[in-house]
């Protein structure tokens, strides 16, 4: 069956930097737009980035911009978020997702993976 996991994750001093990686298996990804989301305690799940199935379109969410890089393999079935210069506010759940209409600025999700969490100290 489709399946997204998520690894990379873990505790990092603000300022710090974390390579978060979501590999998906069970069918042909490489068709479909993939992307970050993340969700803190008490919070709605936000929008971080999305990349294409060409992996020459990408969106951020404006909170991110400049600091973290959204890629994805040759084969596109991995998704990568490179996180430079993280800051407490960046602690949350970060789940990957795909967009199987290749929806970039208009993302929406329509498979999720389990999440991973990042905590940030300040």
């Known amino acids: 069956q489709e399946q997204l996991v998520e690894s990379g994750g873990g505790l990092v001093q603000a300022g710090g930097s974390l390579r978060l990686s979501c590999a998906a298996s069970g069918r042909t990804f490489s068709s479909y737009a993939m992307g970050w989301f993340r969700q803190a305690p008490g919070r709605d799940r936000e929008f971080v980035a999305a990349?294409?199935?060409?992996?020459?379109?990408?969106s951020y969410a404006d909170s991110v911009k400049g600091r973290f890089t959204i890629s994805r393999n040759s084969a596109r079935n991995t998704v990568f978020l490179q996180m430079n210069n993280l800051k407490p506010e960046d602690t949350a759940v970060y789940y990957c997702a795909v967009d199987r209409l290749d929806r970039v600025s208009t993302f929406i999700a329509g498979f999720w993976g389990q999440g991973t969490q990042v905590t940030v100290s300040s």
């Open positions: 990349i294409g199935w060409s992996a020459l379109v990408t």
